[in-house]
């Protein structure tokens, strides 16, 4: 069974772009991160999600104004208190950007605290996921 993904939607308008016409990285990164929090917040309160790091976010191509961006996100590891989420952006079935993002699991003071999610990917593409997270942290 591969692990389930969650998918946000954005339009990208006139407020979303750079002075080069093109999507605003900082716009992306919040999207980037709204989504991967979707992902987490699935598995546990959301309340108790915060985000650690994020591990990077590639971009393939510029996004224009009027474009659609969908992002999708999954978690693909679990440790004891943390989630790691990978998150790909697309524009019409394209990979525009790609990359991971830790969250932490923590009471309502930010202390960490266990979350006991396991996650057993199966898949060979869920697998990779796991084995490339798994190398963000060493």
Known sequence: ???????????????DLNHHGTLYAGRTAEWFVESGFVAAASLTKPENIV?????????SRPVKRGELIYFTSRI???GKTSLVAHISAKVQDQIVVE?????IH???????IPHGVVINPQEP?????AERAKQLHS
């Not at 923590?106 to 960490?112: A, C, I, Q, S």
């Not at 593409?125 to 996921?129: K, N």
């Open 51 to 59: 985000c650690l790091q994020i591990h990077g976010m590639h971009f």
């Open 1 to 15: 069974m591969q692990l389930p993904n969650y998918k946000t939607y954005h339009l990208v308008k006139s407020e």
């Open 76 to 78: 693909v590891l679990a």
């Open 99 to 103: 990359g991971f993002i830790t969250f």
């Open 125 to 129: 593409e869920d697998v990779a996921l």
């Open 106 to 112: 923590v009471d309502l003071e930010g202390n960490k």
